[in-house]
C-alpha cells in the first residue's frame, strides 16, 4: 500500500512538472528598486516628486483619485502659492446645489482636496470594463512592497504567451494577481513632455509617479523621522550623561 501511495505522489508531482498550467498564474519575483525616501534618513527628492505630479496629473487622474490630499499639500512638493493656485482652478468641483437641487461648480482652490473623476462607482465601472479604479492615496501602503510592486505593475505589459486567452477589453500583466488586468497600458515613452527636460522614458516615469504616490501615501514621512532623529540624539546624550553621573556618584562613594 506504501509503494501504491508513493507512485501516485510521483505521479501527480510529474505531472506538475511538465504541465505549464499550475504557474500560469504565478508571479514572478518583484525587481527591486532604489528609492531616495528608503533607509532611516531617506527623503524625498522634490524633482522626482515634481515629475511624479506631472504624471498623474496628465496620465493616472483620468481615472484614478487621489482623495486624501489637497492642493494645499503640494506646497511640500516645492511649488509656490500661485502655482498650486493655477492647479487647483484646472479642476471644477461642486460646491452645494441651487434652489432646484442641481450641483453648484466653481473652479477649484488650495484648500480643496482632489476630486473623484468620476461621479460614482457604476459610472467608474461603466468607464473601465467593469472594473472600479483605486483611489490612489494609499496605494502604497495597500500593497506589500508597495513601492516595488506599483512600479513593476506599470511596466509588467507585455503580450501574453501562446495558449492564453484574455478575457475581451483585458491585458497581460506579469505583476498582477492572475495577470489579466482592466487597465490598458498606461505609459509609453515620450507620453509627457517634463518641464525640467528629462527624458520621459517608461522606466523614469513609472519611477517619479511611484514616489510622488509614495509622498501622497505618507507626506509625513520626512517630519517623523526627523523628529525620530532628534529623540535618539536626546536619547543618546542623556544616556551618555547619566552614565557620567553615575560614575562620579560611585567614584565619591568609594572615597
Given at each position: 500500500m506504501n509503494h501504491r501511495f508513493l507512485r501516485e505522489i510521483f505521479i501527480v508531482f510529474l505531472n506538475l512538472l511538465i504541465s505549464d498550467e499550475p504557474w500560469a498564474n504565478q508571479q514572478p519575483p518583484l525587481p527591486q528598486e532604489k528609492w531616495s525616501f528608503d533607509q532611516v534618513f531617506g527623503t524625498y527628492d522634490r524633482a522626482e516628486l515634481q515629475r511624479g505630479f506631472q504624471v498623474y496629473q496628465q496620465v493616472c487622474s483620468t481615472c484614478h483619485g487621489l482623495s486624501h490630499i489637497s492642493y494645499r499639500h503640494l506646497k511640500a512638493l516645492g511649488f509656490s502659492e500661485a502655482k498650486i493656485k493655477a492647479i487647483a482652478a484646472q479642476k471644477e468641483v461642486q460646491d452645494g446645489v441651487d434652489e432646484e437641487g442641481n450641483p453648484l461648480k466653481r473652479a477649484g482652490k488650495p484648500s480643496d482636496y482632489f476630486p473623484n473623476p468620476f461621479v460614482n462607482e457604476k459610472a467608474a465601472r461603466a468607464a473601465n470594463n467593469g472594473a472600479n479604479p483605486p483611489d490612489l492615496s494609499l496605494i502604497i501602503k495597500a500593497r506589500k512592497e508597495g513601492p516595488h510592486y506599483v512600479k513593476a505593475l506599470l511596466k509588467g505589459y507585455i503580450e501574453p504567451s501562446v495558449g492564453i486567452q484574455?478575457?475581451?477589453?483585458?491585458?497581460?500583466?506579469?505583476?498582477?494577481?492572475?495577470?489579466?488586468?482592466?487597465?490598458?497600458?498606461?505609459?509609453?515613452?515620450?507620453?509627457?513632455?517634463?518641464?525640467?527636460?528629462?527624458?520621459?522614458?517608461?522606466?523614469?516615469?513609472?519611477?517619479?509617479?511611484?514616489?510622488?504616490?509614495?509622498?501622497?501615501?505618507?507626506?509625513?514621512?520626512?517630519?517623523?523621522?526627523?523628529?525620530?532623529?532628534?529623540?535618539?540624539?536626546?536619547?543618546?546624550?542623556?544616556?551618555?550623561?547619566?552614565?557620567?553621573?553615575?560614575r562620579r556618584t560611585w567614584r565619591r562613594l568609594e572615597e
Open positions: 484574455l478575457a475581451p477589453g483585458m491585458s497581460y500583466n506579469l505583476y498582477f494577481s492572475g495577470h489579466q488586468i482592466a487597465m490598458a497600458p498606461p505609459l509609453s515613452d515620450n507620453l509627457v513632455q517634463y518641464a525640467d527636460g528629462t527624458p520621459a522614458t517608461v522606466d523614469q516615469m513609472a519611477h517619479d509617479v511611484v514616489t510622488f504616490l509614495a509622498w501622497a501615501s505618507e507626506p509625513e514621512m520626512e517630519e517623523r523621522k526627523h523628529l525620530g532623529v532628534k529623540i535618539l540624539t536626546y536619547l543618546l546624550v542623556f544616556t551618555v550623561l547619566m552614565g557620567l553621573v553615575k
